[in-house]
């Protein structure tokens, strides 16, 4: 089992960051591959990034692609979404998951292969 707590999210004005980050435990936290994902209100939950399990590749949703960062570190069981340049269709509940990978370059865009989600932390764009 993995317990998986996001923090960071609030209230930012259009064109400002927030860093997200998603506190892992209860498992070796480099054997997953982890991903954020959100869901706006009234939409169906969304992939935004992902990271492989321990040699940092990642790979980004074309919506958020040059404006959001996803890091990991492996010492603090810890995954960052750095978000910059943020706008009002950013506004969602944002989510980070974990799979379970044996497999080192592997990254994940889809919600389904995810075996553990956080409880989500809202973050809203004003204009």
């Known amino acids: 089992q993995v317990q998986l707590v996001e923090s960071g999210g609030g209230l930012v004005q259009a064109g400002g960051s927030l860093r997200l980050s998603c506190a892992a435990s209860g498992r070796t936290f480099s054997n997953y591959a982890m991903g954020w994902f959100r869901q706006a209100p009234g939409k169906e939950r969304e992939f935004v990034a992902a990271?492989?399990?321990?040699?940092?590749?990642?790979y980004a949703a074309d919506s958020v692609k040059g404006r959001f960062t996803i890091s990991r570190d492996n010492v603090k069981n810890t995954v960052y979404l750095q978000m910059n340049s943020l706008k009002p269709e950013d506004t969602a509940v944002y989510f980070c998951a974990a799979k379970r990978t044996s497999v080192s370059g592997n990254y994940y865009s889809n919600q389904y292969e995810y075996d553990y989600w956080g409880q989500g932390t809202q973050v809203t764009v004003s204009s």
């Open positions: 990271i492989s399990r321990n040699d940092g590749r990642t």
